[in-house]
């Protein structure tokens, strides 16, 4: 069957869609205009059909940029997740999978030895959740210091704050990996008490949370965690480093030819 050839649409109506920024239901037009056409389509059909290629577009350039402005480490996705290979229960994975904890506000932290899948599998829910029309912002704990540091030297540290909760899923990576002085300990508290049972923070540590004392001041790390943890899913990841396995078994590089 020949597909209908597409036709380039009227000046003027080019100029009209243009005008209203409406560019991937121009895109789309003449083709769709084309079967419209051969098919004999009602017109409420054809609106209904370019409307539609308008949202769609819409809201993948809205994904992309989501994707773009969150600063995933890595872009690792859920795809390329191997539940098998995990500690973590399957019941775990398939309860958290589904994204209701970030929808009741509530945290998820990741607690295990290096190399367990912590932040592959917190930056696959995060990507995860941008597919669902979430927003999403990533941090170490440096990088979430840093910030907060910036924000301090002109006085917006309350603007900052506010930003950084304005999205669904705030995600702090890999803390405990280095010592947190005051001010790192003091972003962070400030993060968890403005998003405490308002918006969902994710945290990926190679310490229990119960142990934050050893690695920040005693009085923010309580703070912290009990604000942490009250509406928090705790998972703990056990067993060897999986980049470790895949070095000794001599997959982490391409054979030398």
């Known amino acids: 069957m020949t597909r209908p050839q597409p036709t380039p649409m009227p000046e003027d109506l080019e100029q009209i869609l243009r005008r209203m920024r409406l560019p991937y239901l121009r895109k ?72 209701e904890w970030i929808r009741r506000h509530e945290n998820l932290v990741v607690s295990g030895p290096s190399g367990t899948g912590k932040s592959h599998f917190v930056e696959g829910l995060a990507a995860a959740a941008i597919e669902s029309d979430m927003r999403v912002v990533w941090f170490t704990l440096e990088t979430l210091t840093q910030t907060i540091g910036k924000a301090k030297v002109d006085a917006s540290v309350a603007r900052t704050i506010a930003r950084i909760c304005g999205v669904d899923l705030i995600v702090v990576d890999d803390i405990g990996m280095l010592p947190a002085g005051q001010d790192a300990a003091e972003a962070f508290y400030r993060v968890i008490d403005a998003a405490y049972e308002r918006r969902s923070i994710a945290v990926t540590s190679n310490i229990h949370p119960s142990g934050f004392d050893t690695i920040m001041p005693k009085t923010l790390a309580t703070a912290t965690v009990d604000r942490l943890l009250h509406h928090a899913h705790l998972v703990l990841t056990k067993g060897d480093s999986h ?15």
């Open 28 to 99: 789309a037009a003449p083709d769709v205009l084309a079967t419209a056409r051969a098919q004999r389509w009602d017109p409420a059909e054809v609106l209904r059909v370019l409307l539609n290629e308008e949202v769609t577009g819409r809201d993948a350039a809205t994904r992309r940029l989501r994707r773009k402005t969150a600063n995933f480490p890595s872009g690792k996705t859920l795809t390329s997740w191997r539940p098998e290979d995990s500690s973590i229960s399957e019941a775990t994975q398939n309860a958290l999978t589904t994204l």
């Open 243 to 257: 980049r470790l396995a895949e070095a000794l078994a001599g997959k982490g590089v391409l054979p030398l030819t």
